[in-house]
Antibody, heavy 116, light 107 residues
Framework: EVQLVETGGGLIQPGGSLRLSCAAS????????MSWVRQAPGKGLEWVSV???????YYADSVKGRFTISRDNSKNTLYLQMNSLRAEDTAVYYC??????????WGQGTLVTVSS | EIVLTQSPATLSLSPGERATLSCRAS??????LAWYQQKPGQAPRLLIY???NRATGIPARFSGSGSGTDFTLTISSLEPEDFAVYYC?????????FGGGTKVEIK
């Protein structure tokens, strides 16, 4: 059974850093595309980043230069390192298995709140 | 960046009625369009991929159509569990974008 479990969210001050983790089971992270999608409170979905199976990474303009997507193949885990956090980064962050044209499995999400 | 515009923003219908949701892209996305359902407090669930293919376990009352820039999600007869927010997503290139969503509410 495919499962994705995000951890690492919490309350962080503006300018701070946080690393989100997404532990996968039932499939191999390194053999798939993996994405991060976020949702601000009461708002719609926003695509954040993707890492391809070959290792290429891409980012939304809103997070480029501040966020880094990566994976640990030995732990079958996806990460999102978030630096220079802003109030507008407050959201639930979801990881998802990405087929290349759609996200077929999603985690339950982890809430990141950026506030002083 | 490809922009997806969903309409209407809210659809008020009764159980048993037909729902027709629209998603328009600012430029062609070929058939690389997906639809998701999201209920409060839950992660999105994939309904339709590549414009017209139902995902595993999705009931036949959900169908998708379209290509290029105009896409439609149809729910043939609304069940109580179908009242939710629906999002379209394009992945014609590495930059994925979502539409703003359509809320299907009980009339």
């Amino acid at each position: 059974e495919v499962q994705l479990v995000e951890t690492g969210g919490g309350l962080i001050q503006p300018g701070g850093s946080l690393r989100l983790s997404c532990a996968a089971s039932g499939f191999t992270v390194s053999s798939n595309y993996m994405s991060w999608v976020r949702q601000a409170p009461g708002k719609g979905l926003e695509w954040v980043s993707v890492i391809y199976s070959g290792g290429s990474t891409y980012y939304a303009d809103s997070v480029k230069g501040r966020f880094t997507i990566s994976r640990d193949n030995s732990k079958n885990t996806l990460y999102l390192q978030m630096n220079s956090l802003r109030a507008e980064d407050t959201a639930v962050y979801y990881c998802a298995r990405d087929s290349g044209s759609f996200d077929d499995y999603w985690g339950q999400g982890t809430l990141v709140t950026v506030s002083s | 960046e490809i922009v997806l515009t969903q309409s209407p923003a809210t659809l008020s219908l009764s159980p048993g009625e037909r729902a027709t949701l629209s998603c328009r892209a600012s430029q062609s996305v070929s058939s690389y369009l997906a639809w998701y359902q999201q209920k409060p407090g839950q992660a999105p669930r994939l309904l339709i991929y590549d414009a017209s293919n139902r995902a595993t376990g999705i009931p036949a009352r959900f169908s998708g159509s379209g290509s290029g820039t105009d896409f439609t999600l149809t729910i043939s007869s609304l069940e109580p569990e179908d009242f939710a927010v629906y999002y379209c997503q394009q992945r014609s290139n590495w930059r994925g974008t979502f539409g703003g969503g359509t809320k299907v509410e009980i009339k």
